[in-house]
């Protein structure tokens, strides 16, 4: 069973289209993000929430709208696609009050291209 | 100056070798610290906690210096499948559990 699951695993798309990817996580967990790798390999969180509630939102383009209907369910809407948007982004989950280990459980990636 | 600093590498290693990485933060408040593992074109998974003590896992060992904010990952007997990108991850203080990543060592080890 995947514990974290994204959809599409790629996207191919124009610029200026609007995209969205869905991220799902069975574990049980209260936490979920949204985090971005260039193309020279840089993770970068973006959003995450807690409880269906916005806890991190980093310098994010407006034009990037995370929604969160349940707690399993963490989505990221972008609007209006720009080249500079292509890489791999990465949904991971994690149990917030579990101490100091805080393992976060990433998903397989949703790779982006924008022509 | 990025908030974690890591060698880009690669390390070209022998199988058997033994092999280090570095890692230096530059947040002093910083709490938590990990090491993941990524292998090409795969989601980064945990590889360990890295604890003040220092703490080992097999052929691994970690050190934590939060005096000259330091860590370190050692490989002992390198594999073949050791081939990968290591993370050098850290935690911001206070609040959640937001992850901070190194750009990631890529280690190679060969026949």
């Known amino acids: 069973d995947t514990a974290v699951s994204q959809t599409p695993k790629y996207l191919v798309t124009q610029m200026g289209n609007d995209k969205s990817i869905k991220c799902e996580q069975n574990?049980?967990?209260?936490?979920m993000y949204w985090y971005k790798q260039d193309s020279k390999k840089f993770l970068k969180i973006m959003f995450s929430?807690?409880?269906?509630?916005?806890?991190i939102n980093e310098t994010v383009p407006n034009r990037f709208s995370p929604k969160s209907p349940d707690k399993a369910h963490l989505n990221l809407h972008i609007n209006s696609l720009e080249l500079g948007d292509s890489a791999v982004y990465f949904c991971?989950?994690?149990?917030?009050?579990?101490?100091?280990?805080?393992?976060?459980?990433f998903g397989p990636g949703t790779r982006l291209t924008v022509t | 100056r990025k908030e974690v600093e890591q060698d880009p590498g690669p390390f070209n290693v022998p199988e058997g070798a033994t092999v280090a990485f570095n890692c230096t933060y530059s947040?002093?408040?910083?709490?938590?610290f990990f090491w993941y593992r990524q292998d090409c074109r795969k989601e980064p998974k945990l590889l360990m906690s890295?604890?003040?003590s220092g703490n080992e896992d097999g052929r691994f060992t970690a050190q934590l210096n939060r005096a000259s904010q330091y860590i370190s990952l050692l490989i002992r007997d390198s594999k073949l499948s050791d081939s990968a990108t290591y993370l050098c991850?850290?935690?911001?203080?206070?609040?959640?559990?937001?992850?901070?990543f190194g750009a990631g060592t890529r280690l190679a080890v060969h026949p």
């Open positions: 991971a989950s994690s149990q917030a009050d579990r101490g100091d280990r805080r393992e976060q459980y």
């Open positions: 574990l049980g967990h209260d936490t």
């Open positions: 929430y807690n409880n269906k509630e916005l806890i």
């Open positions: 947040n002093s408040a910083s709490q938590s």
């Open positions: 890295v604890y003040s």
């Open positions: 991850v850290v935690t911001t203080s206070g609040g959640y559990n937001k992850l901070i």
